[in-house]
């Protein structure tokens, strides 16, 4: 069964450049895990510093693992820096899924 993982984090709209390369590293080292299938970020067009997030994880113990790395670790060191704050992230457990 893979998991989803969608919500937002917000981040200063000042400060959303600054933090830019930050999300890129989280986004590349992440997508290099194993039983990571998708992991993207995405900034709400109509609400500056909003920033969309989408995951899918093979299972929860890729999803566990992930929760273990060192770039997840520095990632969340970073918020603070940055202003990163009211995280809302939701988990799905997917039993089947078809195109539409």
């Not at 109509?46 to 060192?70: C, K, Y």
């Amino acid at each position: 069964m893979s998991l989803i993982i969608a919500g937002t984090i917000r981040v200063p709209p000042e400060r959303l450049d600054a933090f830019r390369p930050h999300m890129i590293a989280m986004l590349e080292a992440s997508r290099a895990e194993d039983g990571c299938l998708v992991y993207s970020y995405a900034e709400d067009v109509a609400e500056p510093g909003l920033i969309r997030v989408f995951e899918v994880w093979r299972d929860q113990a890729a999803l566990d693992a992930h929760f273990q790395t060192p770039h997840l670790a520095a990632w969340r060191a970073a918020w603070p820096e940055f202003g990163v704050s009211d995280r809302r992230l939701i988990a799905y457990e997917v039993a089947s899924e078809r195109a539409v």
